[in-house]
């Protein structure tokens, strides 16, 4: 079974991640119908743990918390979680799928309703919670969107995935182009919060 991360090298040396294979976008939401597996050690996660925060989410979706160092079976649980009594993250995998053999990752949305995992990209499961209430502010203004959407693709592609791509390369090459996309993102992202407090101008959004 795959741990949080699996080193695809691909393209002489490139990383590559592979992409999340559960990917509901559409489901309807009421109150203790959903659980939320994330780590605090994982930066994918941090921000489904934020919105859920934000949104005030906190008492309508619970949350279990796996341990923040990763051992030989992935990510485990200091004490089985409250659907199952699991202890592996990988086992509530295959509690959705016996035949899963992808990577095991967080954060993992759980429908009880339909007794399974209905996604695991941290930037679907983030867009479900801010759909999901009215509290607090639009995170994804309709107004601003295609805005959010260009600056969400800039950094995760060469800040959020570009860590990845210089830490996992594994020739020279492919390191620096890596380190250079990194470095002229955040160069380029300075630049636009010069004047502003925020990504997208005077309010804080997904994007942030």
């Given at each position: 079974?795959?741990?949080?991360?699996?080193?695809?090298?691909?393209?002489?040396?490139?990383?590559?991640?592979?992409?999340?294979?559960?990917?509901?976008?559409?489901?309807?939401?009421?109150?203790?119908?959903?659980?939320?597996?994330?780590?605090?050690?994982?930066?994918?996660?941090?921000?489904?743990?934020?919105?859920?925060?934000?949104?005030?989410?906190?008492?309508?979706i619970s949350m279990s918390v796996v341990e923040a160092h990763m051992g030989k079976e992935g990510w485990t649980f200091a004490t089985p979680e409250p659907l199952f009594g699991k202890t592996k993250l990988h086992e509530l995998y295959t509690q959705a799928d016996p035949t899963y053999s992808g990577r095991v990752t967080v954060p993992?949305?759980?429908?009880?309703?339909?007794?399974?995992?209905?996604?695991?990209?941290?930037?679907?499961?983030?867009?479900l919670f801010n759909g999901w209430t009215e509290t607090g502010r639009d995170l994804y203004?309709?107004?601003?969107?295609?805005?959010?959407?260009?600056?969400?693709?800039?950094?995760?592609?060469?800040v959020n995935n570009g860590v990845y791509k210089a830490g996992f390369a594994t020739v020279q090459?492919?390191?620096?182009?890596?380190?250079?996309?990194?470095?002229?993102?955040?160069?380029e992202l300075e630049k636009r919060l010069t004047g502003q407090p925020f990504l997208v101008g005077q309010t804080i959004t997904e994007a942030d």
């Open positions: 079974m795959a741990g949080h991360l699996v080193r695809h090298q691909e393209h002489g040396g490139a990383f590559k991640r592979a992409v999340a294979q559960f990917r509901q976008r559409d489901l309807p939401f009421s109150p203790g119908r959903c659980h939320i597996n994330v780590s605090l050690a994982c930066p994918w996660a941090s921000r489904t743990i934020i919105f859920h925060k934000l949104k005030g989410l906190t008492d309508a993992i949305l759980w429908d009880k309703q339909l007794g399974t995992i209905v996604n695991n990209e941290s930037s679907e499961i983030i867009r203004p309709e107004t601003l969107r295609d805005e959010i959407d260009a600056i969400n693709a800039v950094v995760y592609d060469n090459e492919k390191y620096e182009e890596a380190f250079e996309s990194l470095f002229t993102a955040l160069e």
